[in-house]
């Protein structure tokens, strides 16, 4: 709740001081509260909360087609939810994200601040060292996507923040280490996160109706073993 109040319009001031997402039940967790994903306007098909097996058994399996990838396939980074101010989707994320608030200066000009990366449980205190990581990479949805995508649906999948999962705010170091890789290549280096990790994949696909492969999906069946309580509950895109 509190991440959308602020993307609908981010003040050019200091912001108040946000949860830590990190320590406490999220809209990314699963265990203690389901993974889930709030579509916009137009979608369909609110699911109640899957176990992580079930979730993953509504995954349509297909095998991965690289050919003809070009990451500008997917424009990013738009002008993010409030087109009057000057923050695109990726400070807006930033912003959201935040576990102390940065200062806002022109331009979304960032100083100050933390956050907490949950990919390798690491406190950042410089905006500049983040990346705002698409939890699918772009090159992992051009893999899935099961018909061509036009080009504004790959649009709003890269800029997609009406849900709280698609994109995330994480260290530099560990979006580069993961780069377009998928469960079967790599997992977080904070094993705490692996059962939200799975249950937020598995949910962002089945929200954008993509494929997974089959090296993908024992990955994911096997993260499903040692995380019995995690369920996914996700809304398809419009």
Known sequence: MIKNLLR????AVALCALPLLASAPTAHSASTAPARATAPAGSVSL??????????????????????YRRDLYKHWNRGLNPTDSCDTRKEVILSEAVVAPQVAAGCKLTG????????????TDAARLDVDHFVPLAEVYDSER????AARREAYANDQDS???LIAVSAASNRSKADKDPAEWLPSDPSYHCTYAATWVGTKLRWDLAVDED????LLGLAEDCPTTTVVYETAG
């Open 8 to 11: 609908r319009g981010l003040p």
């Open 47 to 68: 699911r109640a909360p899957l176990p992580l097996y079930e979730a993953i058994d509504r995954l349509p399996v297909a095998p991965e087609h690289r050919d003809g």
């Open 113 to 124: 601040g933390s956050w907490r990366s949950p990919y390798d449980n690491l406190v950042v």
């Open 147 to 150: 018909t061509p995508w036009s």
């Open 164 to 166: 709280p999962d698609t």
């Open 216 to 219: 993908e999906r024992q990955a």
